[in-house]
T-cell receptor, first 111, second 111 residues
């Protein structure tokens, strides 16, 4: 089983729709969680950290479910500019040197 | 504050040639990383460093060497380039268990 798993997609949704992705992780001791977005041929950029109580940033909501070992990202009122690959990132141990990246979920927003 | 920079941005090598990729960060981060990303694939960790003078192997270290003589710089070397090393190389840095910051990438083609 992979340490971090994501549905590769692609998710193809109309502008204005709500879309959600999940990401599962295998190490129950994982401490830190992040969502990054990566545009084609560009570097990954932090979208948001994921906190235990869940957190929201504008149209984006991230949640953590430790019992079931997954994190989720919800995008409301999707925009054309949201088209990108979304990477789930897990830090297995606090202050550790290694970070685990998921392979990414591709999202395409159509007009 | 430039963040993470990478030199060069593009490079074409012939099989058997050597080169060094330079990564520099001005955020005083302890941890630095080198990844490669092949078309349509996720990030794979090559080597990483938890501090000046220390390096460690990642997931795909063969054919690469690294050095971290100064805290702000992390060098990735290819001693004898092979076509299989054609890829986009990303450097990243981070402080403790916070998020990573990525450089813009180096696009390497080996013919």
């Amino acid at each position: 089983r992979k340490e971090v798993e994501q549905d590769p997609g692609p998710f193809n949704v109309p502008e204005g729709a709500t879309v959600a992705f999940n990401c599962t992780y295998s190490n129950s001791a994982s401490q830190s969680f992040f969502w990054y977005r990566q545009d084609c041929r560009k570097e990954p950029k932090l979208l948001m950290s994921v906190y235990s109580s869940g957190n929201e940033d504008g149209r984006f909501t991230a949640q953590l479910n430790r019992a079931s070992q997954y994190i989720s990202l919800l995008i409301r009122d999707s925009k054309l500019s949201d088209s990108a690959t979304y990477l789930c990132v897990v830090n297995p141990y606090s202050s550790a040197s290694k970070i685990i990246f998921g392979s990414g979920t591709r999202l395409s927003i159509r007009p | 504050n430039a963040g993470v920079t990478q030199t060069p941005k593009f490079r074409v090598l012939k099989t058997g040639q050597s080169m060094t990729l330079l990564c520099a960060q001005d955020m005083n981060h302890e941890y630095m990383y080198w990844y490669r990303q092949d078309p349509g694939m996720g990030l794979r960790l090559i080597h990483y460093s938890v501090g000046e003078g220390t390096t460690a192997k990642g997931e795909v270290p063969d054919g690469y060497n690294v050095s971290r003589l100064k805290k702000q710089n992390f060098l990735l070397g290819l001693e004898s380039a092979a076509p299989s090393q054609t890829s986009v190389y990303f450097c990243a840095s981070r402080h403790a268990d916070y998020e990573q910051y990525f450089g813009p990438g180096t696009r390497l083609t080996v013919t």
